[in-house]
């Protein structure tokens, strides 16, 4: 049976409530990951984090060592609990495997406040790490992947087998109006409430994407579901740009 603090990882925002990459030139188009497509061309950067079991969280890439996920993912977790796969489209066989050789967590973090942590590869990749964006305007478009939930009104899920990705954009802050509101300096809120189509539990710590001049660049990491079961397309996201000078003060600068 999945031990407890798994689980609690991969639903922290119940708790909370209570390339080579595939380029914006490549990659289709998704019409809405509740309501997104199955992805078709690989994100080197993307990884799943999983337990001796399944995948339970996301990550990004951020350089051949280093992986951005969000602080609730690994709370309680030891590396040795931990097991990645750099850059495949189904979570259980493809993509580089490798372990975990240290996490770090934001000093002051939670599920719901600097909700960022780090992981350190036990052997580097050679993947094409993302590269840290600027912070957005409302109203950008963006780009959600995971492995998380594609129905909602669900306490657990299992995790679909291939990737997922949703197009949304930047909404204002206000949007997500959760008792766990987003902090609009440090975090973001995105999804499509129009549709109901938006990010889910087991897509925590997976990267929220703009497009660039030369590929994707990654602004943020998903913290929580602004609604417990997923149900009103919203989601809020923490700005990775706006965590960059603490990330770097652990990983060394980057590109």
């Avoid at 998704?30 to 993307?46: E, K, R």
């Avoid at 979570?91 to 240290?102: D, F, P």
């Amino acid at each position: 049976m999945r031990n407890l603090k798994t689980i609690l990882a991969a639903c922290g925002s119940v708790l909370a409530i209570a390339l080579t990459c595939a380029s914006p030139a490549r990659a289709a188009a998704s019409p809405a990951i509740i309501g997104g497509t199955q992805a078709t061309v690989p994100y080197s950067f993307m990884v799943s984090i999983q337990d001796a079991e399944t995948h339970f969280c996301g990550g990004s890439l951020v350089s051949p060592t280093w992986v951005v996920t969000a602080w609730h993912c690994v709370d309680g977790h030891v590396p040795a609990d931990l097991r990645l796969r750099v850059g495949g489209l189904k979570w259980a066989t493809e993509g580089k495997a490798r372990g975990v050789a240290e996490i770090v967590r934001h000093p002051q973090g939670s599920g719901t406040e600097n909700d960022i942590a780090l992981l350190k590869l036990d052997q580097p990749v050679t993947n094409t790490p993302v590269r840290i964006g600027a912070r957005p305007a409302d109203g950008t478009p963006d780009r959600l992947i995971g492995w998380g939930c594609t129905t909602p009104g669900q306490a657990f899920c299992t995790p679909p087998d291939s990737l997922r990705q949703l197009d949304s954009a930047i909404r204002p802050a206000t949007l997500c109006d959760s008792p766990n509101a987003p902090d609009p300096a440090k975090e973001f809120c995105t999804g499509n409430p129009a549709t109901q189509t938006g990010p889910c539990r087991g897509d925590s710590g997976g990267p929220l994407l703009i497009a660039g001049p030369a590929g994707w660049r990654l602004i943020g990491a998903f913290s929580r579901m602004n609604e417990i079961f997923c149900s009103d397309g919203k989601g809020i996201y923490t700005d990775v740009t706006a965590h960059r000078p603490w990330i770097e003060t652990i990983t060394g600068p980057l590109p």
